[in-house]
């Protein structure tokens, strides 16, 4: 008859390594995880300042789009004053030369009733 064999505590090096290994890998992944959670709150942080100034921003452009807005008309009137003085000045201008031929018509006007009553006087 065969002989049970006895139990015998040895000792194999893949089990420990193995053993090593996998605990060292709970440590890794524990300290990741605890870095990812960290970060995520500096990094939630950094995502609010930043929406707090892209709000600045945006009400910053809002207030730039309504100065060319209020730009574009001034220029726009000033154009149009520009337009309209132009027609005032010419016109003046046409009224300025008017006045001189009425002026004219009435030197000549004066000047025949003046020649009539020379004329007159004489005879």
Do not use: Y
């Not at 290994?21 to 939630?44: C, K, P, Y």
């Amino acid at each position: 008859m065969v002989a049970t064999p006895k139990w015998r505590f040895e000792f194999n090096l893949n089990t420990f390594v193995i053993l090593f290994g996998f605990a060292g890998g709970l440590i890794a992944w524990g300290a990741t995880w605890e870095r990812v959670n960290a970060n995520q709150d500096a990094h939630s942080r950094s995502i609010d300042r930043l929406d707090n100034r892209m709000t600045a921003v945006e009400a910053t452009i809002r207030q730039i789009d309504n100065h060319e807005l209020r730009i574009s008309a001034v220029e726009k009137q000033a154009a149009e004053a520009a337009t309209s003085m132009r027609a005032v000045e010419s016109t003046l201008n046409n009224l300025s030369s008017d006045m001189r031929l009425v002026r004219e018509i009435l030197q000549r006007l004066e000047d025949t009733g003046r020649q009539r009553e020379a004329a007159r006087q004489r005879d």
